[in-house]
């Protein structure tokens, strides 16, 4: 079965560490997406890429770091100086007719 | 920039009541239109979308046509069912704005719990 998938499904962080969300795709789409999603205020974009090794920051890209080194993978790190760090996090893919298929999500919750 | 309004929940129906949920939209060119859903704990289902004006988006039951005169995506369905309880999410995604790399530009969703 094609799809995303997205581990760990919980992550617990402590203050001042960074920890890294996984998602890996086998649709075999070149656009990846990261959005944060808070209660209540929908789904806001963190970091995108159109293609392996390229990568550009959204509308809520401080404090958030990623990489593209593979097509499959887009795995987004939530550094120590992003401030609010708890909150359910989304990876998606997009296939060349716009569509954008989501992962399951990863919830974060800083201790 | 982009933006999405949509109806501010929760709506509360009663089963095989009749459902809308009202989006409307700003944008610089002419925006393809989604209706996401997200069942508890979930990610996003694309439930239809429309990509051109008077277009009709349908699955499920459910339906939202496309209004530009209006900017407007609203999803109705006739007889809502317990398992509609979710939140939906109305999206755009607008190639002519610059930079946008076909992001999807969300609305703050809507919750809808429907009781037996």
């Known amino acids: 079965d094609g799809g995303i998938t997205q581990s760990p499904k919980y992550l617990f962080r402590k203050e001042g560490q960074n920890v890294t969300l996984s998602c890996e795709q086998n649709?075999?789409?070149?656009?990846m997406y990261w959005y944060r999603q808070d209660p209540g205020q929908g789904l806001r974009l963190i970091y995108y890429?159109?293609?392996?090794?390229?990568?550009q920051k959204g509308d809520i890209a401080e404090g958030y770091s990623v990489s593209r080194e593979k097509k499959e993978s887009f795995p987004l790190t939530v550094t120590s100086a992003q401030k609010n760090p708890t909150a359910f996090y989304l990876c998606?893919?997009?296939?060349?007719?716009?569509?954008?298929?989501f992962g399951p999500g990863t919830r974060l919750t800083v201790l | 920039g982009d933006s999405v309004t949509q109806m501010e929940g929760p709506v509360t129906l009663s089963e095989e009541a009749f459902l809308t949920i009202n989006c409307t939209y700003t944008?610089?060119?002419?925006?393809?239109l989604f209706w996401y859903v997200q069942y508890p704990g979930e990610g996003l289902q694309l439930l239809l979308k429309?990509?051109?004006?008077?277009d009709k988006g349908s699955n499920k039951g459910f339906e939202a046509t496309y209004r530009k005169e209006t900017t407007s995506f609203h999803l109705e369905k006739g007889s809502v069912q317990v398992s509609d309880s979710a939140v939906y999410f109305c999206?755009?995604?607008?190639?002519?704005?610059?930079?946008?790399?076909?992001?999807?530009?969300f609305g703050k969703g809507t919750l809808l719990t429907v009781n037996p």
């Open positions: 998606a893919s997009r296939d060349r007719y716009n569509e954008q298929f």
């Open positions: 649709l075999n789409h070149d656009a």
């Open positions: 890429s159109q293609i392996v090794n390229d990568f």
């Open positions: 944008a610089t060119g002419y925006p393809s």
């Open positions: 429309a990509t051109k004006a008077d």
């Open positions: 999206a755009l995604s607008d190639p002519a704005f610059r930079g946008s790399n076909y992001k999807l530009t």
